[in-house]
């Protein structure tokens, strides 16, 4: 989702010209070796990666050679490109034309024809992302209502141009089924109703949850969607026909982390094109060729190869590129399981900015959707990876049940464990948290409890634990390590669910389209619980669908089911009751 607008200078002309991934230099401004481009963090979560791969690749009786690394160094830094003229490339690139008249070059451009402009046009256009992570972005807009007017902009002008509806006034005659998050913003689904209906003009309008549309367009009736995106990551546990609230997971990581690693990855080892950068829009789309083409999970496609690539730059030559990879292809993605890997700064700058929470309105507490499992993403987070957010402050409330009394000084948060969780299996079912009454014609007080958050079934609701803190907090968490927190909260202590949901677990997005991704999956996942080998299996989407398509499959049939009757909002309905029909018209709890 991308606009391009009129602007002083482009993205790749902002901050003096630099370079994403960032480098590091010397104190005189030259650039410094490879190894050191990235800080030593990088460099030691390339060699810890690199080592554990060799030796995985050892105990599978796989070849591996001491000097293949630098083989690939030394051809990399003494192969020069070679130069093909533009009538001689078949394959030339298409640009998107501007006038001459710079006064006369339209005012925006969106999707691919966006990508597509020149970087130093006249007029200068700047890309702009109204999504960012799988929320709205605040970082890059000085206004809500700018931010807003790109987002239904995007939309609008994808409905005129895939859809070939270019008169508005006919959009009268149409139903719309919004997709959205499993955990969504209450603000912001009621600004797309609103939109929807009254600047849209649509007949009516319901909404579905991406995970459970994605088991209409697949056809399951219980499963646990694994959505991996370009920028997000979302884990839930699906069961006939309803999300199972405790179940939702939202990662902030995905395939645009893997195209940004993989690029670091090739400039640690001396890739030819040193002077790539993701802010130049050619470097971009070629850097996601890169990836499609060379990225895998399988240990056997792990050797030193020769590979070429065409630069294509508006304006110049076209330069073809010979390099040689060993392991990069395969370290890159592995930062879904590592995901200190991927560079995470910035990812909550402007969080809540121009955007704040939704509040309930008679006592004022947030209660925008949240889940046991993204609370336990969220301590994990805090706990293990400092950098992925600011730090928690400790808790003043206990640990432990509800039922002990709220303790005077900061208790210290236990480390979150998968494997605590997986020992919750048991017959007897858990505590209740109010605590027991007291003996009738006690004058003795009892003492304050802590707060603790009302769950059921259907999610948590009511005072959440330390909002600001989870704003603060970015949620990382190991991708399998997250499926096994998803799957345990969805089956709540019953080993037939658990069965299920492991047996069922569905891999859909384009950032899982890379070779060996579902076959790796499934062995660190059996791995991890070698008690359930036989049940845990990963599928792809039935009927050979596209995994980038399922969810939009879904969303088409779930518009078409008698059953969906209910949850349409008509015009007339808006204009009485407001946003306040959600509560009435969505199928799980608003």
Request: proline letters at 8%; a neutral charge; aromatic letters at 10%.
């Amino acid at each position: 989702m991308v606009i391009a607008r009129k602007w002083q200078e482009s993205e790749s002309e902002e901050d003096g010209s630099e370079p994403r991934p960032k480098r590091l230099k010397l104190d005189d401004g030259t650039p410094v070796e490879p190894e050191k481009l990235f800080g030593e963090e990088f460099a030691s979560h390339y060699f810890a990666l690199s080592s554990e791969l060799k030796v995985h690749m050892r105990n599978n009786k796989r070849r591996v050679l001491p000097n293949q690394r630098e083989l690939c160094v030394n051809y990399n830094k003494r192969t020069p490109p070679d130069t093909i003229s533009e009538h001689n490339d078949p394959l030339r690139i298409d640009w998107t034309e501007l006038p001459p008249n710079p006064k006369d070059a339209p005012a925006f451009f969106t999707g691919q024809a966006a990508l597509r402009i020149p970087e130093k046009s006249r007029p200068r256009y700047k890309l702009f992302w109204p999504l960012r992570y799988g929320w709205l972005n605040e970082r890059d807009y000085a206004s809500r209502n700018l931010l807003y007017q790109d987002y239904f902009l995007i939309i609008e002008e994808a409905i005129k141009n895939q859809l070939g509806l270019t008169r508005k006034k006919d959009w009268g005659q149409y139903d719309c089924v919004f997709v959205i998050p499993d955990l969504y913003e209450r603000t912001v689904v009621a600004t797309i109703l609103h939109t929807m209906l009254r600047d849209f003009g649509f007949n009516r309008v319901c909404f579905i949850q991406e995970s459970l549309a994605a088991t209409f367009g697949a056809g399951y009736s219980i499963s646990c969607i694994v959505d991996v995106g370009a920028q997000k990551t979302s884990i839930c546990c699906v069961e006939e026909g309803m999300c199972v609230e405790n179940s939702r997971v939202n990662l902030k990581y995905g395939g645009a982390d893997v195209t940004e690693t993989f690029v670091k990855t090739l400039l640690f080892d001396s890739f030819p094109y040193a002077d790539i950068s993701l802010k130049r829009r050619h470097d971009l789309l070629l850097a996601e060729e890169l990836k499609s083409k060379f990225c895998t999970l399988n240990e056997a496609d792990v050797s030193v190869q020769l590979f070429d690539f065409h630069l294509r730059a508006f304006g110049q030559d076209t330069r073809k590129y010979t390099f040689k990879t060993y392991d990069e292809g395969m370290l890159a993605p592995m930062g879904y399981f590592r995901p200190m890997f991927f560079d995470h700064s910035g990812k909550l700058e402007g969080r809540r900015r121009l955007i704040d929470r939704s509040t309930d309105l008679y006592d004022g507490s947030p209660n925008d959707p949240m889940s046991i499992a993204q609370l336990a993403v969220l301590q994990y987070a805090g706990q293990s990876m400092p950098t992925g957010g600011a730090p928690v402050a400790p808790s003043t409330e206990p640990s432990g049940s509800g039922n002990a009394p709220a303790a005077s000084t900061p208790s210290r948060l236990q480390p979150y464990s998968i494997a605590n969780r997986f020992n919750d299996f048991e017959g007897t079912p858990r505590s209740s948290v109010a605590g027991s009454p007291g003996p009738d014609g006690s004058g003795t007080p009892q003492p304050p409890r802590a707060s603790t958050p009302a769950m059921n079934f259907n999610g948590v609701y009511g005072p959440q634990p330390d909002t600001g803190a989870q704003d603060r907090t970015l949620p990382i968490m190991p991708l399998d390590t997250a499926i096994l927190t998803s799957i345990t909260e969805g089956a709540r202590g019953d080993e037939r669910k658990m069965r299920d949901f492991l047996g069922g677990i569905m891999v859909i997005g384009g950032g899982a389209k890379i070779p060996g991704f579902n076959a790796l999956l499934e062995e660190r996942l059996r791995a991890m619980q070698p008690g359930f080998l036989k049940e845990i299996l990963i599928g792809p989407p039935p009927r050979e669908l596209d995994p980038q398509v399922v969810v939009w499959k879904g969303g088409s049939v779930f518009g078409k089911l008698r059953a969906t009757n209910d949850s349409w909002i008509g015009g007339m309905e808006y204009d009485r009751l407001g946003a306040r029909l959600l509560n009435y018209k969505c199928m799980w709890v608003w």
